[in-house]
């Protein structure tokens, strides 16, 4: 299975990150990568980390469901959910 | 020969008498040429789906015509909650079971839809994204449907009441995925008007071990049937409305598969 996002979905996923997190308007913009640890990102709460993953849901047009949200530590975490409902949904429609 | 006013009295009487008499289920041929059939020449049986009914009222306090020969009904939101029960009865529709019959499901609209008693009606949907994680989308388009057409009040009511819907399509159980029909229907005094109206859409579910029914991600249809009470159409047959079986609003609105179910609270609705 594919745990990997391509380039171009990628951005997609850091500008939704930026977007739902609130991390665009801070002077000094936060930097994303694989390890960052997004509940611990500036002035991220539970509720914003539910906003995220539900905008990832309609953006990705994946299933994560309730059960992700624990599952979430890192931006590699949620790039990992995103490939794995994709293998899991696979072949059915949407 | 007949005066006018006599001639249309006598054609209202006809229509709102085929109206009544509801319609039959297609015969065999056609059920078979649709693929309804089984192996066995039974009908298929809907086992993936599922129907969830609510109703909910609101009003503005706006003044209503009077009640004439219709005062036995007390109100003309009973007058209104009678014809959606000879609607329901015609269709042989029952808004109480969560079994999905699909002829029942579509002769209760096409029975709505041309109702003798209303005028205006408006037809038509919109199309939204939902997932497990997010419902909003979904309220803002039943938002968007009826947002002009009812007060403040009555819109809050009719969110809480798609939110019982979701509750029982969460606690119903059924196939590992269903598919839940949903209906809303709508009851509203606005602007001098009494309201009649229906959103229906369709939702997939999924059942996760540990965690029952969630949406799949998505686009649904939000389906939207509105129109006016003619008041002048129901004094004129006033006779016939009142042999029918009576209802009031707390029937109607208590009648039905919902009805029990407290609002669903998934953070989802607002996300």
Known sequence: ?94 | MSTGTEEQARREAVEIALWAQGRQAPPREVLAELGLLGPDGRVLADDGQEAGAGNAYGEDGSRLPDLGPLAPFGSWQSVAATILRKTADSAGFDQTSTVFDVFQWILFEIQFASMPFLYDITEDSRDVSISSLSLSPAVRAVTDLVGGLVTEDALTGIVDSIKKIGQLAVENPGQPEKNSNVQQGVLTVADGNVRLGLLRTAVRMEYRSGKGYQQLNQEISVSRLFGNLDYGMCLRNADILLEWDGQDVDDWVNGTSSSPFPANTSPAWDN
């Open chain 1, 1 to 94: 299975m594919n745990t990997r996002l391509d380039p171009g979905e990628r951005e997609q996923l850091y500008s939704l990150i930026h977007e739902k997190l609130d991390l665009g308007g801070a002077e000094r913009p936060v930097e994303i990568e694989d390890t960052t640890a997004v509940r611990e990102l500036p002035g991220v709460d539970s509720l914003k980390l539910f906003g995220l993953l539900g905008a990832i849901e309609l953006g990705f047009r994946v299933n994560l469901g309730f059960e992700a949200i624990p599952q979430v530590q890192t931006v590699r975490d949620v790039e990992r959910l995103i490939c794995e409902s994709r293998a899991r949904y696979a072949g059915r429609p949407s």
